[in-house]
């Protein structure tokens, strides 16, 4: 998957996780995503670059696309509050 800026804060998407388990992994031109950084909900331009949906887009979804968007968004937001795991002890004794 090639790297795609966030158009609401810029940061770089180097990945994306499928929601529908059913499906494949990659995204295609059309899909729904949301930035794992502000959480914005965007989508997969024909180019794969990234468009930030404006609010009545949202509001102009399928009540189900919609509902998997802030479901989306809502684990990016509790994978932020996971504390980073600590550092290998190796690692840690070079940093002192
Ligand atoms: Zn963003």
């Known amino acids: ?3 795609a800026a966030c158009p609401r804060c810029g940061h770089r998407l180097n990945g994306a996780t499928n929601a529908d388990p059913r499906e494949d992994e990659a995204p295609d031109p059309g899909d729904l995503t949301v930035c794992a950084s502000c959480e914005a909900f965007l989508t997969y331009g024909p180019d794969m670059g990234l468009v930030a949906l404006s609010k009545r887009e949202v509001a102009e979804l399928l009540p189900a696309e919609r509902t ?10 509790l994978a932020k509050r996971i504390p980073d795991l600590p550092r290998p002890a190796g690692r840690a004794r070079e940093d002192r």
Do not use: F, G, Y
């Not at 998997?68 to 937001?77: E, H, P, T, Y």
């Open 1 to 3: 998957m090639p790297v």
């Open 68 to 77: 998997n968007l802030v479901r989306a968004r809502d684990l990016v937001r």
